[in-house]
């Protein structure tokens, strides 16, 4: 958390937060506009210091009138003054640190406007709290480039370079440095350009058009169309039957989605998305992922029961959602603080100690043989430039330059240069998923049975086992799968073993939409001679990173009587209370 040395000119922030989202009244205040960069960091005490840009007068719900709100922003993102706290918050931590799964499904009607308002709660909401729902990267023009590059140390270092050896008759050679050094920056700063043009269009590409929301106009529930720029934190999105690109983060309220999150995780395999379930429990954007819908995720269908519109609150927006938090890691990355940059900076100033004392030394020699001042500061001056070669920075750029068009045919975009060197100190590289350095898919070969601590042989065709042994009607029942279109998708390892039982699943519903939370189960029958037995899988619980596992809920059709299966690394004490959630529904 950022706290700020805040100097007089920053008025003092009133008293306790307030429900942004209840606007049954609103009052006119004050807020204050301050702004903060990377470069006021002060090297002395390593704080941030403020001013303050500006002042403007918006409506904000339940502050008392005189009340001030005050903000910055950082890399993107608002920090919202907390007096209560004595720091600075996010907007997120603001607006959901005090949030229960109850609150956020109790308003299903939408945020209220009144027709007669020229300036409605969003408006002020989207304009003077969060913001437009924008994700902007900018692209740099040639010149800001071309500055930021020839103020690094080294290049002052080869200008003065440049300039001692035209004065000293090297006009040649400096114009060889001056040719080398232009061709790489030039090509550098071309070649940095596209990189941040190449992800400007693919942070623009993920965009989605009308986003349906509902708001209450009058008293009535209606749905309107509006702009995804105009999105906010709280509002309801009505979402489409398939084929849509989220423009935001929320969190889902009722129905099911299935969401393709390769763009955020490179997971290609569709996730199954649940509403929130009520409880008194807090709102926290890592304990309840499984029923957020992410920013630039591709839906790919949406199931709903009794023809109810499936609905989800808008929880973050811009560069507040995970996309946005991705593209900053992007633009801001975390400073590299690695041995080998001190030792380099150590080994310079090494070499810049040789240098003085070398030039001590030849001032003393062509002052003892009375040569003339002149000489002398060009003989002296010229050792710095032989300890430090002065065409160092070109050749680290042409090299990085070469690196930088490899890893574009690769498909690899650097926006960060100088990274690329710090990439050849790498000795070893770890890939921590399945199908990075193996082969993309599962192959199921056996099975092997056991009763008790005693094993049997292993099994390559499971159909011959018997039907009612559990192991094989937890092979066919503790799954993930759908169908999409008609083709079954899911966790590969769930769909390789699934196929390897040979069973067929059926889920009921003609249409793909309506398969909700309805009273009929989805159904798992063996192909073997048409068998009429059959399972039907009541409850499922996706995995849970807590628990380390999943669970289904199942039920012999022809019996009364239910049973769990359960698969994964099952803590003792939290498989316990694991256990207890499922017994209660």
């Known amino acids: ?19 942004f989202f209840d606007d049954s009244s609103k009052h006119r205040e004050t807020m204050d506009f301050l702004s903060v960069s990377g470069s006021a960091l002060q090297g002395s005490n390593g704080k941030y210091t403020i001013e303050k840009v500006g002042t403007e007068t918006v409506d904000l719900p339940h502050l008392p009138m005189g009340s001030f709100v005050k903000y910055f922003f950082h890399q993107h993102t608002k920090y919202v003054w907390v007096a209560e706290k ?30 007669s308002e020229s300036t409605d709660f969003m408006s002020v909401l989207r304009l003077r709290l969060c913001g437009p729902n924008k994700i902007e990267v900018e692209i740099k023009s040639y010149w800001k480039l071309f500055m930021e590059e020839i103020f690094h140390p080294f290049y002052l270092f080869q200008a003065f370079s440049v300039a001692l050896w035209c004065f000293d008759s090297y006009e040649l050679y400096a114009a060889c440095v001056i040719i080398l050094t232009l061709f ?7 070649e940095t350009r596209k990189q941040s043009k190449n992800l400007h269009d693919k942070v623009e590409s993920s965009k989605c058009h009308d986003v349906t929301v509902l708001r209450t106009i009058l008293g009535r529930k209606v749905s309107m169309a509006i702009e995804p720029e105009a999105l906010v934190p709280g509002d309801l999105i009505v979402m489409p039957a398939a084929n849509y690109i989220m423009p935001c983060d929320a969190v889902l309220i009722t129905g099911q989605s299935i969401v393709n999150e390769s763009v955020l995780t490179g997971e290609s395999v569709p996730i199954t998305k649940i509403s929130l379930h009520p409880s008194s429990e807090y709102y926290s954007g890592k304990a309840h992922k499984r029923h957020i819908l992410y920013s630039g995720t ?80 060009f003989r002296s001056l010229d050792i710095i430039t032989i300890v430090v070669p ?31 060197n710090v990439c050849g100190k790498i000795k070893l590289a770890c890939f921590d998923k399945t ?17 008790g601590a005693n094993f049997f042989k292993p099994v390559s065709d499971i159909s011959g086992l018997n039907v009612h042994s559990k192991f094989v009607q ?66 499922e619980f996706s995995f849970s990173s807590t628990a380390q596992c999943m669970s289904v809920i199942c039920k012999d059709l022809k019996k009364p009587n239910m049973f769990a299966f359960t698969k994964g690394k099952l803590k003792p004490k939290l498989g316990v209370k694991y256990f207890k959630m499922v017994g209660t529904l």
């Open 1 to 19: 958390m950022i706290r700020p040395d805040l100097t007089s000119r920053v008025r003092d922030q009133p008293e306790p937060r307030q429900n």
């Open 184 to 190: 790489s920056s030039i090509t550098s700063l071309i």
């Open 435 to 451: 199908g990075t350095l193996t082969h993309d898919g599962l192959i199921m070969n056996s099975v092997l049975p056991c009763d």
């Open 86 to 115: 004595g720091t600075f918050s996010t907007l997120n931590q603001l607006l959901w640190s005090h949030q229960t799964c109850d609150s956020i499904l109790m308003n299903t009607e939408g945020l209220s406007k009144q027709e």
């Open 474 to 539: 937890g092979m066919a029942t503790c799954h993930s799968l759908t169908t999409i279109d008609g083709k079954m998708n899911g966790d590969p390892l769930d769909l390789n073993m699934f196929e390897f039982t040979k069973w067929t699943l059926e889920e009921p519903g003609a249409n793909e939409n309506t398969r909700f939370d309805i009273l009929a189960p989805t159904i798992v029958t063996p192909k073997k001679e048409q068998s009429s037995y059959q399972i039907g899988i009541i409850r």
């Open 390 to 420: 002065a065409a160092l920075p070109a050749a680290m750029t042409i090299g990085t330059v070469y690196s930088q068009s490899r890893l574009k045919k690769l498909k690899i975009f650097c926006i960060s240069p100088p990274r690329i």
């Open 298 to 377: 591709h839906v790919l269908q949406t199931r709903y029961y009794g023809g109810k519109a499936v609905l989800a609150r808008v929880v973050s927006t811009g560069f507040d959602t995970t996309k946005g938090h991705l593209v900053k890691s992007i633009l801001f990355p975390t400073p590299v603080n690695l041995q080998f940059h001190k030792d380099s900076f150590k080994f310079i100033f090494f070499m810049f100690i040789i240098a003085f004392f070398g030039m001590g030394y030849a001032l003393y020699l062509y002052y003892v043989r009375n040569a003339s001042v002149a000489e002398m500061s």
